[in-house]
């Protein structure tokens, strides 16, 4: 039996352990890819927690920010060859004939596979992608920063999209974690003003939103955010919440502009207010944004390597999985960190 080495969730909550598990055989539509990189992104800390109402199956090797190489291919497989270089993203698979899918809103497909959740991912040597669903990286991308870009790009410039913000209007980014800091970037690229929200205090992430170009950047208290937003620029156009925490959510309501909307992405427990009066007179929208399809990702990785989008990333290796996990708890990580195989 071949083997490859892989960080596994065995128990939720429990640390991840690094095993020596068979490496996967590709059916007839799928391909084998060996990884190069992977990042890793706070989904997969919710996945190792156990965090959500659905949750993954144990064991399961997380990671669905792979950038790896096509070493073996099934039969049936036209659209790619070895030797490609290619991203393991959120989206394994999905059904491809369902009204979702049928209507180029895949991510939201019933009966999807996600790589790191409910099937294996990229935190491991090999993992399987679905052919149908593999898109390739671009030339011009060096792997360890086109990681990033299948969750964490994909999933803000798509959440950026679905804000509805046109050039020149502002947008603000809340939560400049892994996300976030990749979300100024495609902001930026697509002509937005951005105004950058951090945890308070938080000068890691503050000094980051800087180099990433936003325009304004909120460290204050939690509580004046909204406040703060609507003195600074008369309330922003559209607000993509990618922190990791429930109170952001609601006060972002407050940093609205009218008629402006609200995107939640970060997945944190629980549930957000949503003040019946002020929705009315607002006439305020939400809208969730779920990662992004394949032409999403496409678009991603095309705009990253023609506008130069460049995630800010530290190079760790798999078996420093638990640490890096404590650092993302701790807010400690600027920008991502990417495994290096
Ligand atoms: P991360 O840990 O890299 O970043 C989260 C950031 O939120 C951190 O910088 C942290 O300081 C900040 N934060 C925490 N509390 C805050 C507060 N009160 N105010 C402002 N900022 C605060 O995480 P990530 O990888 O960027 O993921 C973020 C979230 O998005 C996670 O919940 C993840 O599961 C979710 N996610 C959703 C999608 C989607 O498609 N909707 C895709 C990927 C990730
Ligand atoms: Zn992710
Ligand atoms: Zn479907």
Redesign the pocket.
């Known amino acids: 039996m071949a083997t490859m080495k892989a960080a596994v969730v065995t128990e939720f909550k429990k640390p991840l352990q690094i095993q020596d598990v068979e490496i996967p055989k590709p059916k007839a539509h799928e391909v084998l890819v060996k990884m190069i990189t992977s990042g890793v992104?706070?989904?997969d800390l919710?996945a190792a927690h156990g965090d959500w109402p659905v949750k993954p199956p144990l064991p399961i090797i997380p990671g669905h920010e792979g950038v790896g190489e096509v070493v073996e291919m099934g039969d049936e497989v036209t659209n790619l060859k070895l030797g490609d270089v290619v991203g393991v993203p959120?989206l394994h698979t999905a059904c491809g004939h369902c009204e979702f899918c049928r209507t180029a809103r895949e991510t939201i497909c019933h009966d999807q596979e996600n790589s790191g959740y409910s099937v294996n991912g990229s935190f491991a040597e090999y993992a399987i992608m679905d052919a149908a669903y593999t898109i390739t990286v671009p030339k011009e991308l060096d792997p360890i920063y086109a990681a990033p870009l299948f969750?964490?790009g994909v999933?803000t410039y798509k959440a950026l999209k679905v804000s509805g913000v046109k050039p020149g209007q502002w947008v603000s980014i809340?939560?400049?974690?892994?996300?976030?800091h990749v979300a100024i970037q495609y902001a930026k690229a697509m002509g937005m003003r951005v105004v950058a929200?951090?945890?308070?205090n938080?000068k890691l992430?503050s000094d980051l939103a800087h180099e990433m170009g936003a325009d304004l950047v909120y460290s204050g208290p939690?509580e004046k955010m909204g406040e703060w937003i609507q003195n600074e620029i008369g309330g922003a156009h559209g607000a993509v919440i990618?922190?990791?925490?429930k109170?952001?959510f609601n006060e972002a309501l407050k940093s609205l502009k009218r008629g402006g909307r609200l995107v939640p992405?970060?997945?944190?427990q629980g549930s957000m207010e949503l003040p019946i009066f002020d929705t009315v007179l607002n006439a305020t929208e939400v809208v969730g944004?779920?990662?992004g399809t394949r032409q999403d990702l496409y678009e991603t990785l095309d705009i990253a390597a023609k506008a130069g989008i460049k995630p800010n990333v530290t190079v760790k290796k798999l078996d420093e999985i638990n640490e890096i996990f404590d650092d993302?708890l701790a807010?400690q990580?600027k920008g991502?960190v990417v495994l290096q195989f």
């Open positions: 992104c706070h989904t919710h959120w969750c964490a999933t809340v939560g400049i974690g892994g996300l976030g929200v951090t945890a308070p938080d992430s939690g990618t922190a990791v925490a109170q952001p992405v970060a997945l944190p944004s779920i990662v993302m807010g990580i991502r």
